[in-house]
DNA sequence: ATTGAGCTTCCAGTGACTGGAAGCCCTATA
DNA sequence: TATAGGGCTTCCAGTCACTGGAAGCTCAAT
């Protein structure tokens, strides 16, 4: 397969994929033209990795699971401690934009939003009590 | 006021007020020794950015609302118009990441983490139905 | 023979910083 | 007066995960 089939049944950019080869998540063979052959285990690597950074996942943690994936002597304990740190970070994540859209929510209610200048959201920005 | 103080005070790093000054948010004036010499006025914008920062808006976001801040013909309108947007964007991603949380800790609860290898978090991955 | 699509590499840019190196300036102390 | 330190300066490089673009090769079809 070439890279525009696998970027097709990956639905991941050829782009994207040759960073992915860059930086060593996948490695696929050459054919004699220079073209990247992949075989259908890069594939389904690609899309594994697509399935991981859809959940947001990071590259990082996407190496660590796909050699997880391959290694048949893994505890599943790795691999659920590896989600389980980034189910905390997206719940971080989820509780600061719930704060900022809190704050932003009352702001943008406050202002009347009209042709004249005073504006409760920049009177906030600005540090006025 | 030297970096140190307006860092101090603003509670921005002085890396990043150097860096606020390159991209012109700042234009603080300089002392006879080279030293940036920072007025009430730039301690006062840098604190407005910082704010903002911490709503999440952009640093053009930033800019845009800086210039409005300063501008005493803005309508507040304008100002309203730039914190729906990013309110938008907020509850964009606030979305995608609960979706996320979602379908992660449903994984997370089904992967008993133990020592044994199969694992539902992978075999999703994977793509196995 | 020529088009056009698809592939290759390499370089640069994104956003918003952040770290580090090399070196000047200022104050205090021995 | 020498020196030690801390603060300041600039510049370069790195972060994360791509993405765009340019120059040029390959392949299939006309």
Redesign the pocket.
Known sequence: M????VAERSGI????I??YEDIGLVRPQRS?????AFRKTDLHKLAFVGRA?ALGF???DCRTLLSLYEDESRESAQVKAVAEEHLTAIDDKIAQLQSMRETLSHLVAACHGDHRPDCPILSDLSGEL
Request: aromatic share 10%; glycine share 16%; charged share 30%.
């Open positions: 070439n890279i525009g089939e950019p050829p782009k994207t040759r960073y004699g033209n220079g073209y990247r950074r990071s590259i990082e």
